[in-house]
């Protein structure tokens, strides 16, 4: 059974950083890809960060390049995004999941979602 469970969400002002972390279990981990998605009030879940399985590569979405950085520890079967230079834009529920590897703008996730990590940014 797959099992994802997201930390790190919190309140900060603009400009802040927060750390989110993935734990998982359940997956061949070191095997697969690994994204985090967001998703605020009324819109559509959308990718934010992807990492390949061994981290040589990684994508970002537009509107997290340069502020984001996405990263994994296949020992610990875990996976980050330390989130810099927060905007009141990325207030969102934050997932973590197990994606397809990335065709395009196109990121497909393969696993559950957990229950999410809320990440509040105040103006």
């Known amino acids: 059974q797959v099992q994802l469970l997201e930390s790190g969400g919190g309140l900060v002002q603009a400009g802040g950083s927060l750390r989110l972390s993935c734990a998982t279990s359940g997956l061949p981990f070191s095997s697969v890809y690994m994204g985090w998605f967001r998703q605020a009030p009324g819109k559509e879940r959308e990718f934010a960060a992807v990492?390949?399985?061994?981290?040589?590569?990684?994508w970002y979405a537009d509107s997290v390049k340069g502020r984001f950085t996405i990263s994994r520890d296949n020992a610990k079967n875990t996976v980050d995004l330390q989130m810099n230079s927060l905007k009141p834009e990325d207030t969102a529920a934050y997932y973590c999941?197990?994606?397809?590897?990335?065709?395009?703008?196109?990121?497909?996730?393969?696993?559950?979602w957990g229950q999410g990590t809320q990440v509040t940014v105040s103006s």
């Open positions: 990492i390949s399985p061994s981290a040589r590569s990684t």
């Open positions: 999941a197990a994606v397809k590897s990335p065709r395009g703008q196109e990121v497909v996730p393969v696993s559950s």
